[in-house]
């Protein structure tokens, strides 16, 4: 053969496949673009050089983790239809004379083409967006821009051995299908048809369990520390649940469907559901990933924007004050130094303090059954019972509440955050104390800071006599220890004063405590509000760049089932048009099959979505977002955007659809 011959022969077998070959070179270029540009935000030293580089860094390093192995599924299900269809050319090849060897030189060199091609223009683009990206990360984050330029070269080499390696495995593969396929087998390729699959009830019954499963965790899920140990288990299950009742379960509903004689017997369903049925195992798999992929981009991109919108009152629920003072293992001459140092140093910068809350008290983690209570030590830590004790003294609950309690050895008052609490007494590892009364609310309690975070477990604060009984119930916890730590002490007050002065007066505040003999932390709301944006803002980023990736997976997998169902609907619409049917009721049969399949994914992620809301809203408030009417609001502006651009996409490919089964 003449000198370049198989170079000519994949270049032009490239550009005759062009309808398919396009969407595939720009699918992959857009995602090597949004690998790189991850990668690039990610080793980017104005990002390195920022005040809380470590958590931007953390979030975008499991983004590009996120984002290499969603292009790496989604590339290979492409290339899984494109060999599909190529089967016949190469079959044809084949029986012409040409030897599989030669076959897979051709498949070589098409590969490193289109790698080439795919990875070169995916760089050159991510690199001329690269700024672009960052100064899009810098304007949500409220950071100023730098000048400059760079390109780091590991992540130029990062992305091009990960997609290298990706288009490697895509040759691999068809090589060994053409290689393991008869030339007949290669013939038909393209043509091959499903059996009408059987009804498989063991699968659909499997389904709807998981499904059910999932749904029932999502929906009875009590607090936040259980929604995050159960989230991950819901998902699988929902994710097996919607992969087997689309498989299994839309077989059995399209038979039930055919078996309605009255429905079945007319023109459109007629076509539609028989149709679907003989196809219904690989179209199934494919509606399937497309409502994951929608349920995923929905949660995603709800969530983090919710997170960002409502940052300030996250901040708020975390910082019930703007200045938060807090010392650990301290005894009361530790506490008259920590407070007239807050006193003097406020003093010293022309502040005064407003709204204070004082509260000493003790924490205890253990696990709860009933009214006993074990220590973490001797129970192991489980999030099944998990309880956060608050002791304080009678003396103590009068300071801060105003109200005297007189109460005797061995006697307690409980107050319930959140749990219940049965019986009359509470036994701490051998050591009972008898509840003396319930107490219906405590105000300071009610909004000091650290007991809002513990709600991730159930919570009870319990005024004891004196420290004697509240050291006795301690030690019984912790298995008899003698050594206990001390008591903690919080002093949380405003200052009424601007942005400038709240932060000079933390790190002011800060400094001081440095010279005392205990061990103070002190935090800011307005100090610490940079964290906030830097974490809420890089979440929000992730949220809409991987939200974007999955919508381009969403938009490839919709366009090549509906190319695939419509080179295998060719020749059965030629048939059905040689018999009598017309062009308007071919194309009144297209839509009617089209929106017959098409927006199940769309509702059955809605349903997905609804299903979850409770327990996102839970695992929300590990991030202190507890607005659920905020977060109600933006998932249902993204359902409707999404809607919008699926509706949009079923436009098109419908359109493509009919083009090729005319």
Same mark, same amino acid.
């Given at each position: 053969m003449s000198k370049g011959f198989y170079t000519r022969l994949a270049v032009t077998n490239i550009r005759k496949n062009s309808k398919t070959y396009f969407p595939y070179i720009l699918a992959s270029s857009a995602t090597v673009m949004m690998f790189y540009n991850l990668l690039y935000l990610l080793l980017s030293k104005d990002v390195n050089s920022m005040h809380d580089s470590s958590t931007l860094t953390?979030?975008?390093?499991?983004?590009?983790?996120?984002?290499?192995?969603?292009?790496? !599924?989604?590339?290979?299900? !492409?290339?899984?239809?494109?060999?599909?269809?190529?089967?016949? /050319?190469?079959?044809?090849?084949? !029986?012409?004379?040409?030897?599989?060897?030669?076959?897979?030189r051709i498949m070589l060199l098409e590969t490193v083409m289109i790698g080439l091609l795919c990875i070169g223009l995916g760089l050159i683009a991510g690199v001329l967006f690269s700024k672009l990206a960052l100064l899009l990360l810098l304007k949500i984050l409220a950071m100023n821009a730098s000048f400059g330029f760079e390109v780091p070269l590991r992540a130029v080499s990062i992305t091009v051995i990960l997609f290298g390696a990706i288009f490697l495995i895509n040759l691999v593969y068809n090589v060994f299908q053409v290689h393991v396929s008869k030339p007949i087998e290669l013939l038909k390729g393209g043509n091959v048809g499903e059996k009408e699959?059987?009804?498989?009830?063991? !699968?659909?019954?499997?389904?709807? +369990?998981?499904?059910?499963?999932?749904?029932?965790?999502a929906l009875t899920v009590k607090?936040?520390?259980?929604?995050?140990?159960?989230?991950?288990?819901?998902?699988?299950?929902?994710?097996?649940?919607t992969y087997c009742l689309f498989t299994a379960g839309s077989i059995a509903v399209l038979k039930a469907l055919r078996r309605n004689k009255r429905f079945y017997y007319r023109t459109n369903p007629f076509i539609a559901v028989s149709g679907m049925i003989y196809r219904m195992k690989q179209n199934a798999a494919g509606l399937a990933s497309i409502c994951i992929l929608a349920t995923m981009v929905i949660v995603m991109v709800s969530s983090t924007v919710s997170l960002y919108i409502g940052l300030e009152d996250s901040l708020r629920t975390n910082y019930i004050r703007e200045i938060s003072v807090s010392a650990s293992n301290v005894t009361y001459d530790d506490i008259k130094q920590v407070d007239d140092a807050i006193a003097e140093t406020v003093k010293i910068r022309g502040l005064s303090i407003h709204n204070p809350i004082r509260l000493l008290y003790a924490s205890e983690a253990a696990v709860q059954d009933g009214n006993a209570f074990t220590g973490v030590r001797s129970a192991?830590?489980?999030?099944?019972?998990?309880?956060?004790?608050?002791?304080?003294?009678?003396?103590?609950?009068?300071r801060i509440e105003g109200v005297s309690v007189e109460l005797s050895e061995g006697e307690a008052l409980v107050y319930i955050v959140k749990g219940k609490l049965p019986g009359e007494t509470l036994d701490f590892g051998g050591y009972s104390l008898n509840i003396r009364g319930r107490l219906d609310k405590m105000?300071?309690?009610? /909004?000091?800071?650290?007991?809002?975070?513990?709600?991730?477990?159930?919570?009870?604060?319990?005024?004891?006599a004196d420290e004697q009984d509240l050291n006795r119930a301690r030690q019984a916890l912790n298995e008899g220890?003698?050594?206990?730590?001390?008591?903690?002490?919080?002093?949380l007050f405003d200052t009424k004063a601007d942005r400038k002065a709240q932060?000079?007066?933390?790190?002011?505040?800060?400094?001081?405590?440095?010279?005392?003999?205990?061990?103070?932390?002190? /935090?800011?709301?307005? +100090?610490?509000?940079? /964290?906030?944006?830097?974490?809420?803002?890089?979440?929000?980023?992730?949220?809409?760049?991987?939200? +974007?990736?999955?919508?381009?997976g969403t938009v490839l997998i919709i366009y090549y089932k509906q190319i695939s169902e419509g080179y295998d609907d060719k020749e059965r619409f030629a048939i059905m048009s040689k018999v009598g049917l017309s062009r308007g009721e071919i194309k009144k049969t297209i839509r009617f099959q089209v929106l017959s399949v098409f927006f199940l994914p769309l509702i059955m992620a809605v349903i997905h979505i609804a299903a979850a809301f409770p327990v996102i809203c839970k695992l929300l408030t590990i991030f202190n977002m507890t607005n659920v009417p905020l977060y109600a609001?933006?998932?249902?502006?993204?359902?409707?955007?999404?809607?919008?651009?699926?509706?949009?996409?079923?436009?098109?490919?419908?359109?493509?659809?009919?083009r090729i089964v005319r």
């Amino acid at each position: 053969m003449s000198k370049g011959f198989y170079t000519r022969l994949a270049v032009t077998n490239i550009r005759k496949n062009s309808k398919t070959y396009f969407p595939y070179i720009l699918a992959s270029s857009a995602t090597v673009m949004m690998f790189y540009n991850l990668l690039y935000l990610l080793l980017s030293k104005d990002v390195n050089s920022m005040h809380d580089s470590s958590t931007l860094t953390a979030v975008l390093g499991l983004g590009s983790i996120v984002t290499g192995i969603f292009a790496f !599924i989604l590339l290979l299900y !492409i290339n899984s239809f494109l060999i599909k269809r190529r089967k016949k /050319e190469f079959g044809l090849f084949n !029986i012409l004379g040409m030897e599989k060897k030669h076959i897979a030189r051709i498949m070589l060199l098409e590969t490193v083409m289109i790698g080439l091609l795919c990875i070169g223009l995916g760089l050159i683009a991510g690199v001329l967006f690269s700024k672009l990206a960052l100064l899009l990360l810098l304007k949500i984050l409220a950071m100023n821009a730098s000048f400059g330029f760079e390109v780091p070269l590991r992540a130029v080499s990062i992305t091009v051995i990960l997609f290298g390696a990706i288009f490697l495995i895509n040759l691999v593969y068809n090589v060994f299908q053409v290689h393991v396929s008869k030339p007949i087998e290669l013939l038909k390729g393209g043509n091959v048809g499903e059996k009408e699959p059987q009804t498989k009830w063991l !699968i659909a019954l499997t389904g709807a +369990a998981a499904l059910g499963g999932g749904y029932f965790i999502a929906l009875t899920v009590k607090s936040p520390l259980a929604a995050l140990n159960l989230f991950f288990v819901a998902v699988i299950l929902v994710i097996i649940g919607t992969y087997c009742l689309f498989t299994a379960g839309s077989i059995a509903v399209l038979k039930a469907l055919r078996r309605n004689k009255r429905f079945y017997y007319r023109t459109n369903p007629f076509i539609a559901v028989s149709g679907m049925i003989y196809r219904m195992k690989q179209n199934a798999a494919g509606l399937a990933s497309i409502c994951i992929l929608a349920t995923m981009v929905i949660v995603m991109v709800s969530s983090t924007v919710s997170l960002y919108i409502g940052l300030e009152d996250s901040l708020r629920t975390n910082y019930i004050r703007e200045i938060s003072v807090s010392a650990s293992n301290v005894t009361y001459d530790d506490i008259k130094q920590v407070d007239d140092a807050i006193a003097e140093t406020v003093k010293i910068r022309g502040l005064s303090i407003h709204n204070p809350i004082r509260l000493l008290y003790a924490s205890e983690a253990a696990v709860q059954d009933g009214n006993a209570f074990t220590g973490v030590r001797s129970a192991g830590f489980s999030s099944s019972g998990l309880s956060m004790l608050m002791f304080i003294t009678a003396e103590e609950y009068h300071r801060i509440e105003g109200v005297s309690v007189e109460l005797s050895e061995g006697e307690a008052l409980v107050y319930i955050v959140k749990g219940k609490l049965p019986g009359e007494t509470l036994d701490f590892g051998g050591y009972s104390l008898n509840i003396r009364g319930r107490l219906d609310k405590m105000e300071t309690i009610e /909004e000091f800071s650290p007991l809002k975070n513990s709600m991730l477990a159930q919570s009870y604060v319990i005024v004891t006599a004196d420290e004697q009984d509240l050291n006795r119930a301690r030690q019984a916890l912790n298995e008899g220890e003698e050594w206990l730590p001390g008591f903690q002490y919080n002093y949380l007050f405003d200052t009424k004063a601007d942005r400038k002065a709240q932060a000079d007066l933390v790190s002011s505040l800060q400094y001081v405590m440095r010279d005392l003999s205990v061990h103070v932390f002190v /935090e800011g709301r307005e +100090a610490s509000k940079n /964290e906030f944006i830097s974490l809420y803002g890089v979440l929000f980023f992730l949220g809409l760049f991987l939200g +974007a990736l999955f919508i381009l997976g969403t938009v490839l997998i919709i366009y090549y089932k509906q190319i695939s169902e419509g080179y295998d609907d060719k020749e059965r619409f030629a048939i059905m048009s040689k018999v009598g049917l017309s062009r308007g009721e071919i194309k009144k049969t297209i839509r009617f099959q089209v929106l017959s399949v098409f927006f199940l994914p769309l509702i059955m992620a809605v349903i997905h979505i609804a299903a979850a809301f409770p327990v996102i809203c839970k695992l929300l408030t590990i991030f202190n977002m507890t607005n659920v009417p905020l977060y109600a609001i933006c998932t249902a502006l993204t359902i409707l955007v999404f809607a919008v651009c699926y509706a949009m996409i079923y436009s098109l490919t419908a359109r493509t659809y009919y083009r090729i089964v005319r």
